[in-house]
């Protein structure tokens, strides 16, 4: 902006305004603050997948006892109110301790709460509960003694080749498919988690590197707070424990099948292989994806991120599968534990 010299003897002036728009600072921190919220609904989402799988499995182990239930005449919808009702006692049980634990944890992050804004979290949590359940009280309304006291898993062949890791690997490629629902949803969770993990590092990381200036870099110093932190930390927290609750859920209902290949020949270093790579396998599909659509989100969010952002997604979807390498070891370790007699004889 050029000034022309003024009648009082003022010289001509040149103004440089360094600012292409107006109110960047607050459009950063509104980004950081959305940015919050959705790390913060991706551990709902987690926390939904992983009571959904546990009520999943509690529906298959009771299906005798539902299946009784259906003889004497209890209709499918009382079925499905039986369970619902049962997980909502444990959402509002969980959405009280979190009301509790609430406004102290506010206080620790650095983040305002006040008692009616932890009140919320009783509601939410039944909210979610219900959500959670729907799947599994339909599988409970279906009950019918003619299906409900069927085998759960079906016989596997015998390996040819028992010994080698190869069997073991392809094994574990066709027990990855046998429950396609239950893989799906430990994968989608070690995707949500990774994909935390992936939009936070690479956010810091471009925030830091093409956002310049005085203002704007005392904006980018918000980029990772302390409940950011927190919120991709449990989200990745939930994500292995919800893996590890599937293999371990795998190993309880194929616990027969995993005592019968170890009557014909198979070690206890092949079955905790056998698990272990499942583990792998789950987790590797999910941190790929979660680190792919992490990565996009970025690069919408940021309209463009640099080529060596890349070297952070690896970096993320790598961390991922090791995570789900790690939380593959409790779940592999307890088949050490199965007792081939009774097992078998049960059978």
Known sequence: MELAAGPLGRPELRLTEWWSRKGVAVA???????????????????????????????????????????????????????VTGEVAVVGLAAGLVSAGLAVPLSRVVDVPAGTSQALVAVPLALLLAVVSAVIPAIQAARAHPGTALAPLVSPVRRARRSRTGHTVLSAALRNTRRR????????????????????????????????????????????????????????????VLALADVLYLNVRERAAELATLQATGWGDGALTRLIAYEGVLIGAAGALVGAGVGLFFVDRFATGVPASAVAVTAAAALAGTALSGLAAVLPALSVRRLRLSMLLAQE
């Open 28 to 82: 950063i921190m509104e980004a950081v603050d959305r940015k919050s919220v959705l790390l913060f609904g991706l551990i709902l989402v987690v926390c939904v997948l992983f009571l959904a799988n546990a009520t999943t499995a509690a529906v298959r182990d009771r299906r005798r006892e539902l299946a009784v239930l259906a003889c004497v005449g209890w209709p499918r919808h009382r079925l499905a109110a039986l």
């Open 180 to 239: 396609p629902g239950r893989t799906l949803l430990a994968a989608a969770a070690v995707a949500l988690g990774v994909g935390a993990f992936t939009t936070l590092l690479t956010l810091t990381w471009v925030f830091h590197g093409n956002v310049t200036g005085t203002l704007l870099g005392d904006a980018v110093s918000l980029r990772v707070r302390a409940v950011d932190t927190v919120a991709v930390a449990a989200t990745l927290a939930l994500a």
